[in-house]
């Protein structure tokens, strides 16, 4: 049994909440030199989803921190390699971490643990047929990068898609790490043999597994600020015990937290009084300040994505909804928390139609939340190239007439 370690500093919950948006690179103007690759880096991970409505939710992260970039930009950033001593050098890949996920291929290394206990795991959702996985790696070492329609496709069955052979063996090929996925092209995957192309320096997998999960740790709690046992491990999925075996050598240093006093925090069940967290020190010798962002968030977006968490910080409740069926939603399918002043101060359901954005449902914390919820309605409007907002639905109908005018003052 280990003994929790002694905190030597105590942050209050507006501390934490303050340091947390800051690691998230949501508090302060951006760095003139912020970039897409630059948020990329500075979380570690950005998530990747079907879902579009806005757009898609790898998308919305660069632009909640930078504003409204060009989508192609924002693509092209992930994706394009540079071109070095005339060899194509990738700089991002998409593996598994918090869920399927954009990374920085610095990253790739400190997945050798995952990629081995793909490789050791005895039972799949697929059959593999015998000769299905060499001809893959032969057809990419042949030809190149290939698509998974170009490799033999998926095909379909009724009403649901069935994966081909060859889509189930370069899937598996994806997860042991022998094929790697560094761009995508019309939302495919690309797949590409990983020794080509991961450069040498980061292809190998000598890290042992404490040392993965050891700096993925350390890289979690930075990109977090501040955080719980559980918040750390739900960053890139670890296990509790992955995460209590390097803790106290991942550099993070603990803390308390007023109103942490459970993990999973300040919401239903929570108990008061301050609670153990662990911080990256660098997070605590600068105070955070700086201007906030009012913009719409992805509920994919690394900053809420863990719904105890939120609770805990922001004492807002929000689930996504596109899974629950339809009778049963209450903010609605791809409701988006509209983040403004450091707080989540209410939710947007929105949709498009022609060049008018809609808010199919919105949500307000009360009627300060108006102006922020309008200038927020108005830069995604502007974003997507839609020249009017309609606010249909309102929980507040008596906001109504507020909310209107002024999103009509800020679109025109």
Known sequence: ????????????????????????????????????????????AVQLDTISVL??????????????????????SYWTPDQEHGERQPHAFEYWSHAACILPLEEWPHFAFRRRAYRA???????LPDGAYEQVIKQLAEQGPLTATELGGAKRTGEWWDWSAAKVAVERALMYGEVVCTQRKSWKRVYDLAERAVPAPLLHDELDDRECIRRLVRLAGQSLGVGTRADIADYHR???????????????????????????????????GPGLAWADPEALRTPPRGRHRTTLLSPFDSLIWERARTERIFGFTHRLEAYV????????????????????????????????????????????????????????????????????????????AGLEAEVKRLTG
């Open 1 to 44: 049994m280990t003994t929790e370690p002694r905190p030597t500093t105590e942050l209050s919950a507006d501390e934490a909440r303050r340091i947390a948006l800051r690691a998230q690179g949501l508090l302060g103007a951006p760095d003139r030199r912020a970039s897409v690759r630059g948020i990329l880096r500075h979380l570690g």
């Open 325 to 400: 069926p339809r009778p049963k939603r209450i903010h609605g399918y791809f409701a988006m928390p509209v983040l403004a002043g450091g707080h989540l101060v209410g939710r947007v359901d929105p949709g498009r139609q022609g060049h008018t954005l809609l808010a199919k449902q919105v949500s307000l914390t009360g009627a300060s939340a108006v102006p922020h919820v309008a200038r927020a309605l108005a830069e995604a409007a502007s974003w997507v190239d839609c020249t009017q907002v309609r606010v249909e639905r309102l929980e507040q109908e008596e906001l109504r």
């Open 238 to 272: 670890l296990k509790g015990e992955q995460v209590d075996a390097v803790l106290a050598d991942s550099g993070l240093v603990p803390v308390t937290v007023e109103g942490w006093g459970k993990p999973g925090g300040a919401g239903r069940g929570s108990r008061p």
């Open 55 to 76: 757009a898609r939710s790898h998308e919305l992260v660069p632009y909640a921190r930078l504003g409204a970039l060009g989508r192609t930009h924002v693509e092209d």
């Open 121 to 127: 795991r005895p039972h799949w959702n697929h059959e």
